[in-house]
């Protein structure tokens, strides 16, 4: 069975602040994917970013980058120089062999306070 | 711009009455999908549509029936549901057949059930 943890229900920071989100994941797919989406108060599910388990390269998009360790089973999203647009919920997921299938964690609420 | 849009953006109904949320997809794929998500929780999937035919029913009640009438639309057909059906019910696309593949998600319909 396919879990993903995102041990922090709610984060508050004050703009400007960084921030990281921890995802852990459990999986026995050898294949596997993850994924990033963040929930504005508005409730659309917005894409932020797709890591095969074959590339543990880390990735930077503007403020924001991700951190795969296979090792430790770990996808941690931190954004840099946060700003109260970043307010939302952000889940982590995953998708292995059972197609079609996501597996979400739980949702980490972030605040950024001005 | 989303290129997933859903409505009614709202809506809220009786117990005793039927309705529909429709959602429609520009972005070409062959996979459509319905999530209900309850407050301060993660989308739980609800039906899975390839191609044109249901794929996956992760054993809905008969009350929420599905159709996809073709591979740009997707609708929700709602009779008799019960209050704790209220909810934000997000429609996603993806291209179909590969676990890698990204969902997209539309902005959901929020549905109030009296």
């Known amino acids: 069975a396919q879990k993903v943890t995102q041990a922090q229900t709610e984060i508050s920071v004050v703009e400007k602040e960084d921030v990281t989100l921890d995802c852990v994941y459990e999986t026995r797919d050898t294949t596997y994917y993850l994924f990033w989406y963040k929930q504005p108060p508005s409730g659309e599910l917005v894409f932020l970013i797709r890591?095969?388990?074959?590339?543990?390269q880390n990735e930077i998009s503007g403020r924001y980058s991700w951190n795969f360790q296979k090792s430790t089973s770990s996808f941690n999203f931190t954004i840099t120089a946060s700003q109260v647009v970043d307010s939302a919920v952000y889940f982590c997921a995953l998708s292995g062999t059972s197609y079609g299938k996501l597996t979400f964690g739980q949702g980490t609420i972030l605040t950024v306070h001005p | 711009d989303t290129e997933v849009t859903q409505t009614p953006k709202h809506l809220v109904m009786g117990m005793t009455n039927k309705k529909s949320l429709k959602c429609e997809q520009h972005m070409g794929h062959r996979a459509m999908y319905w999530y209900k998500q309850k407050a301060k929780k993660p989308p739980e999937l609800m039906f899975v549509y390839s191609y044109e035919k249901l794929s996956i029913n992760e054993s809905v009640p008969s009350r929420f029936s599905p159709e996809c009438p073709n591979s740009s639309l997707l609708n929700l057909h709602l009779h008799a549901l019960q209050p704790e059906d209220s909810a934000l019910y997000l429609c996603?696309?993806?291209?179909?057949?590969?676990?890698?593949?990204?969902?997209?998600f539309g902005p959901g319909t929020r549905l109030l059930v009296l």
């Open positions: 890591r095969n388990s074959f590339d543990e």
């Open positions: 996603a696309s993806s291209q179909p057949g590969l676990a890698e593949e990204t969902q997209y």
